[in-house]
């Protein structure tokens, strides 16, 4: 089993970088594919950005596609999301989880979940 704990968000003007980490509990970070998703208020969960084990592997949603960055460092257990030229259409909580399997943008695949962190964009 694997814990996740988001960090870095906050108010940021629209424009403006954000860069979020999620940290994992446990010795096995390393074996999973990770992804972020986001939850804006009165709209479902989405897809963002998934990476594979090694870090070999991304996806990103079209949306976020040229200004979001995933990577994570296994060494650290951690895995960040750097968000560039962010819009207001980007608040949401946003929210890390792995998976045991195998990169995937599918919400429904992700074994493990954090409680999210919340990212205003102001217009």
């Known amino acids: 089993q694997v814990q996740l704990v988001e960090s870095g968000g906050g108010l940021v003007q629209a424009g403006g970088s954000l860069r979020l980490s999620c940290a994992a509990s446990?010795?096995?970070?390393?074996?999973?594919?990770m992804g972020w998703f986001r939850q804006a208020p009165g709209k479902e969960r989405e897809f963002v950005a998934a990476?594979?084990?090694?870090?070999?592997?991304?996806y990103y949603a079209d949306s976020v596609k040229g200004r979001f960055t995933i990577s994570r460092d296994n060494a650290k257990n951690t895995m960040y999301l750097q968000m560039n030229s962010l819009k207001p259409e980007d608040t949401a909580v946003y929210y890390c989880a792995a998976d045991r399997t195998t990169i995937t943008t599918m919400t429904s695949a992700y074994d493990y979940w954090g409680q999210g962190t919340q990212v205003t964009v102001s217009s």
């Open positions: 990476i594979s084990w090694s870090g070999g592997r991304t």
């Open positions: 446990g010795r096995t970070f390393s074996s999973y594919a």
